[in-house]
């Protein structure tokens, strides 16, 4: 079978890291699929590395692959239970790396607890990953390991078991220490344990500015002191001269405590004698050294952390090794280097300083998280991490020489939204395109918290100046017990503006004079917040109107026909989803509004969403759903969409359409072209245009819950001016999503209003 050589190298190319594109998307039905993902074709590519070796990030897997290595020397908390019995462990980390930073993993056991023999197995190993993770190797042998891997290999080691505790118990250390006020120089740290997460975790606070004569550690022997014979070279940087002996000499008086030991080693009466506002950091696993209920009875003033998921502010490593290899990864560093490491500590810190995503409470049940004693460090399923830590290790890498890419870090962050999904992708196009011109919207429902939440993340976003409507007393108290920063919103107390009210119920009562509102229910309704919204819009004082988060959806469109009315020539509004899956974008309607519409309606909800997906960028191809396939079930439904169709064609003759068919044969282009060659829809359609309501809403409800789909909307299509209807209940994020959808389309209707 022939191909191009290009054909084959494209093939191995599509879709690598550092591309957009971060889904399989390589073929491998056919003969020809396979003749270029093997022999022959795979020879092109060969060929190309041979003679330019960097080439392999290029056509193969290598940079975003990374070896977990061990020789089960030291796992968990079970020991030296040899390499086949860590096994299970290293595919866990194999599972976490691809699920919180989309990198592959080899879990490697190696047969030997020889340093040099693991050392020289790690060198062969390097042309076939792009980083090595290494794992659960006893100490002192894992320090010698990563000391020469550093020195011999050009690409990036990291032993998680020491550094990713540093990393993580660090950044809780920087907030512990914004939140007591002291001074790291200042600091009295005591340690319990003196393992590899132990030195490394000190290493690493020297680095943020602690001074090395203020650490104390002890072992099982008690302190280290300089006067105690056999030390280590590890050991010894923390041999001290003071007069303590034992781990309660050495509370006495401390800012600190560092566990990384054995359960039970701490008593109340120690954590008692420390410096005011102790920090205690009890990380022995499954059971810390003390539990936080026996410290804070003792000393309540105490910030506290365990590495248990049952308390706050567990140190957990999976906040760090994904991301810091992430970034690592992305710039083809040589190593991780201190500057990375200390890059993912601050980031992390100042991330937990954020406002956090309702996302990220309901998967810990609703908890609410606010920055403080109880929440010093981001939780491992708040997907802001890997844009946080990740760009700050890439930037850290670049700046210190270790990169072998220069990489723009504000593309590099929408990569890594695309990593996230491809509903995160889509939605910063459309961000990006609000923030060129960001418009007044306004909120009626302004005393909401939910509400008061978005606003926060609209305002950090830039993608809109929002307006809250309510008392402004009620609207900054609850944003400071929310803790978010709401600065720059306008708030607008309508109740106590009776002139501006009194100009918009004139207004109102001259449009609906005839229609059955007096002058007197005009004013009433001028009390109301979602009226006086839409007369905000509907005069220009605003330019897009969200509501919806506290109302049903009839409460919040009839306001909005009464005073802004349909656009011209459109007689009914419809409601549309954008329903994002892991390969496409397609946009569903009639979501919301209307239960059975004739033909003509029909028509026009096909027309309404064409032309709101052409607004949003994307060039509209819609099919028009039945039962039947282009007259194979003759009756009054499916004929109601072939009428539809031909309605459709006549008024917009430019637009790819077809219909009636079947979803399947709408969706399956090979299927639809092979079976109805006449068909006019060449291309896979992005707007499915259903027969009535029910079918609709439970498709994008189906497709939402059951799909793996990210749904976005609903988008209220066919107002005179940008009206949009929250689903009862939307978290933050989503009013974040539809504000940005309704900027655009304000920004669109400027336009043609302009244009006009």
């Known amino acids: 079978m022939s191909f191009r050589r290009q054909d084959a190298l494209d093939y191995h190319s599509e879709g690598?890291?550092?591309?957009?594109?971060?889904?399989?998307?390589?073929?491998?039905?056919?003969?020809?699929?396979?003749?270029?993902?093997?022999?022959?074709?795979?020879?092109?590519?060969?060929?190309?590395?041979?003679?330019?070796?960097?080439?392999?990030?290029?056509?193969?897997?290598?940079?975003?692959?990374?070896?977990?290595?061990?020789?089960?020397?030291?796992?968990?908390?079970?020991?030296?239970?040899?390499?086949?019995?860590?096994?299970?462990?290293?595919?866990?980390?194999?599972?976490?790396?691809?699920?919180?930073?989309?990198?592959?993993?080899?879990?490697?056991?190696?047969?030997?607890?020889?340093?040099?023999?693991?050392?020289?197995?790690?060198?062969?190993?390097?042309?076939?990953?792009?980083?090595?993770?290494?794992?659960?190797?006893?100490?002192?042998?894992?320090?010698?390991?990563?000391?020469?891997?550093?020195?011999?290999?050009?690409?990036?080691?990291?032993?998680?078991?020491?550094?990713?505790?540093?990393?993580?118990?660090?950044?809780?250390?920087?907030?512990?220490?914004?939140?007591?006020?002291?001074?790291?120089?200042?600091?009295?740290?005591?340690?319990?344990?003196?393992?590899?997460?132990?030195?490394?975790?000190?290493?690493?606070?020297?680095?943020?500015?602690?001074?090395?004569?203020?650490?104390?550690?002890?072992?099982?022997?008690?302190?280290?002191?300089?006067?105690?014979?056999?030390?280590?070279?590890?050991?010894?940087?923390?041999?001290?001269?003071?007069?303590?002996?034992?781990?309660?000499?050495?509370?006495?008086?401390?800012?600190?405590?560092?566990?990384?030991?054995?359960?039970?080693?701490?008593?109340?009466?120690?954590?008692?004698?420390?410096?005011?506002?102790?920090?205690?950091?009890?990380?022995?696993?499954?059971?810390?050294?003390?539990?936080?209920?026996?410290?804070?009875?003792?000393?309540?003033?105490?910030?506290?952390?365990?590495?248990?998921?049952?308390?706050?502010?567990?140190?957990?490593?999976?906040?760090?090794?994904?991301?810091?290899?992430?970034?690592?990864?992305?710039?083809?560093?040589?190593?991780?280097?201190?500057?990375?490491?200390?890059?993912?500590?601050?980031?992390?810190?100042?991330?937990?300083?954020?406002?956090?995503?309702e996302a990220v409470e309901k998967a810990y049940g609703g908890e609410r998280f606010r920055f403080g004693a109880d929440y010093l460090i981001p939780k491992p399923f708040d997907p802001r991490i890997m844009l946080w830590v990740a760009p700050a290790v890439a930037q850290a890498a670049m700046e210190t020489g270790v990169a072998r890419l220069t990489i723009d870090l504000e593309q590099y962050r929408a990569e890594l939204i695309a990593r996230l999904g491809r509903g995160r992708e889509v939605m910063r196009d459309i961000m990006r395109r609000a923030r060129r011109d960001p418009r007044r919207v306004v909120y009626p429902e302004g005393e909401n918290e939910r509400i008061i939440r978005a606003c926060a993340l609209v305002l950090a976003e830039q993608v809109a100046r929002p307006v809250l409507l309510g008392r402004a007393d009620t609207i900054r108290q609850r944003a400071i017990e929310l803790g978010v920063d709401i600065e720059g919103a306008e708030i607008v107390d309508f109740r106590h503006d009776e002139a501006l009210r009194e100009r918009y119920a004139q207004q109102l009562y001259q449009r609906r004079q005839r229609k059955g509102v007096t002058l007197a229910q005009a004013r009433e309704r001028m009390h109301e917040p979602v009226f006086f919204g839409c007369m905000m819009v509907m005069e220009g004082d605003a330019d897009a109107l969200l509501a919806g988060e506290d109302m049903y959806y009839p409460e919040t469109i009839r306001p909005a026909l009464e005073t802004i009315g349909t656009a011209p020539g459109v007689r009914r509004v419809a409601g549309l989803y954008m329903m994002v899956m892991q390969q496409d974008v397609v946009f569903f309607a009639d979501t919301t509004v209307n239960p059975d519409p004739d033909a003509q309606t029909l028509a026009d909800i096909a027309l309404l969403s064409a032309d709101f997906v052409r607004r949003v960028g994307i060039e509209p191809r819609v099919a028009m759903l039945s039962y039947s396939n282009f007259g194979s079930a003759r009756g009054p439904a499916s004929d109601k969409v072939r009428v539809a169709t031909e309605l459709v064609k006549q008024r917009q003759p430019e637009l790819e359409i077809d219909g009636e068919m079947q979803a399947d044969t709408a969706t399956m282009d090979e299927f639809r072209l092979a079976n109805y060659p006449f068909t006019s829809l060449r291309g896979r359609p992005n707007v499915l245009i259903f027969p009535n309501l029910d079918a609709a809403n439970i498709a994008y409800k189906l497709m939402w819950r059951m799909g793996n789909a990210e749904a976005f909307g609903p988008i209220l299509l066919g107002m005179a001016h940008p009206i949009h209807v929250l689903q009862r209940g939307s978290e933050a994020a989503d009013v974040l999503n539809l504000t940005a959808l309704a900027v655009v389309d304000a920004q669109e209707h400027a336009g043609r209003h302009d244009a006009a």
């Open 16 to 357: 690598r890291p550092g591309k957009i594109a971060v889904v399989p998307t390589k073929p491998a039905s056919t003969q020809r699929d396979l003749s270029l993902a093997y022999s022959p074709g795979v020879a092109e590519p060969c060929r190309d590395i041979a003679q330019n070796p960097e080439d392999v990030f290029k056509y193969t897997a290598r940079g975003n692959l990374v070896a977990v290595v061990t020789n089960g020397t030291a796992v968990l908390g079970l020991g030296d239970i040899g390499p086949l019995a860590a096994k299970p462990v290293m595919e866990g980390k194999g599972v976490l790396f691809k699920r919180f930073a989309d990198i592959d993993v080899f879990d490697i056991e190696v047969a030997s607890k020889n340093a040099d023999e693991v050392i020289r197995f790690c060198e062969m190993l390097e042309p076939t990953v792009g980083g090595i993770n290494l794992e659960d190797i006893g100490a002192p042998d894992c320090f010698y390991i990563e000391e020469e891997l550093k020195r011999r290999l050009q690409i990036p080691v990291f032993h998680d078991d020491q550094h990713g505790t540093a990393v993580i118990s660090g950044a809780a250390l920087l907030n512990a220490l914004e939140i007591s006020g002291k001074k790291i120089e200042e600091l009295k740290c005591v340690f319990s344990g003196a393992g590899a997460a132990a030195i490394a975790t000190a290493e690493l606070y020297i680095s943020l500015g602690m001074r090395r004569e203020n650490i104390a550690m002890t072992d099982s022997k008690g302190v280290i002191r300089a006067d105690r014979g056999n030390l280590d070279k590890y050991k010894a940087r923390f041999a001290t001269t003071r007069d303590i002996h034992t781990l309660q000499d050495a509370l006495r008086g401390a800012d600190m405590f560092v566990g990384l030991s054995v359960a039970g080693a701490v008593t109340r009466e120690m954590v008692a004698g420390m410096a005011d506002a102790p920090i205690v950091f009890a990380l022995a696993n499954p059971d810390p050294e003390i539990l936080p209920e026996d410290v804070l009875a003792v000393r309540p003033d105490a910030m506290v952390a365990t590495g248990r998921t049952d308390y706050p502010n567990q140190i957990n490593n999976v906040l760090g090794f994904p991301f810091i290899f992430r970034g690592a990864l992305d710039v083809r560093a040589r190593a991780i280097n201190d500057e990375m490491k200390m890059a993912a500590t601050r980031a992390l810190a100042e991330l937990a300083r954020r406002d956090v995503p």
